[in-house]
């Protein structure tokens, strides 16, 4: 069964903060990473993906992947009230269709 | 560009009555298309895929079926919902393995 895993949360930052979202993979096959942001009663929204090893930056967002561990990173730079929402990971492996994890909760309090 | 339109955004039905979501994409040929459901406070569960006219793939048995009548266009049916069918209903697409999934608005079911 592949898996992907992600702490349930809240986690709970101040305005302004770096915020760190974490999500484990199971399978070592696992090609591509996604990351969307859901607000409360919406659908999904891509934020990111990536594909290789490292870093991929976007505006406030940093991905990070190191496949070696099996895991990927979010961090959300100078964390903004607006930024509260529920934080999907996904991941293809081999071809398959893509796998959720069940989302961390971010609070930004201002 | 590419869009997703889904609908209704809303919907309350009885028990026992039939279901038509209805999902359709535009900018884009040969999409592959699916149907996810999100419980509340639960996952996304995928219900059927498809990545082509008529070919519908389920991954979970349900009373619920999925059909591809256009390129384009992914319909969810129930011939009679159970209590348990509520939900948030979401299509999405794609343009193949390792590219990601664009989601639709979302339809919200109560079943009464």
């Known amino acids: 069964q592949k898996e992907v895993e992600q702490n349930s949360g809240p986690l709970s930052v101040p305005e302004g903060a770096i915020a760190s979202l974490n999500c484990t993979y199971s399978?070592?096959?696992?090609?591509?990473f996604f990351w969307y942001r859901q607000y409360s009663g919406k659908s999904p929204e891509l934020i990111m993906f990536i594909y290789s090893n490292g870093d991929k930056e976007d505006g406030r967002f940093t991905a990070q992947l190191n496949k070696a561990s099996q895991y990927v990173s979010l961090l959300i730079r100078d964390s903004q009230p607006s930024d509260s929402a529920t934080y999907l990971c996904?991941?293809?492996?081999?071809?398959?269709?893509?796998?959720f994890g069940k989302g961390t909760m971010l609070l930004v309090s201002p | 560009s590419q869009t997703i339109h889904q609908w209704p955004a809303t919907l309350v039905q009885p028990v026992g009555s039939p279901l038509s979501l209805e999902c359709t994409v535009e900018g884009t040929s040969n999409p592959n298309l699916y149907w996810y459901r999100q419980a509340a406070g639960r996952g996304l569960q995928l219900l059927f895929y498809s990545v082509g006219i008529g070919q519908i793939s389920s991954e979970v048995p349900q009373n619920l079926s999925a059909s591809r009548p256009q390129d384009r266009q992914f319909i969810l049916s129930s011939k009679k919902l159970l209590l348990s069918d509520s939900g948030f209903y979401l299509c999405?697409?794609?343009?193949?393995?390792?590219?990601?999934?664009?989601f639709g608005n979302g339809t919200r079911l109560t079943v009464t």
């Open positions: 996904a991941s293809y492996s081999g071809y398959s269709t893509l796998t």
């Open positions: 999405a697409w794609n343009g193949g393995h390792n590219s990601p999934l664009h």
């Open positions: 399978d070592r096959g696992s090609q591509s």
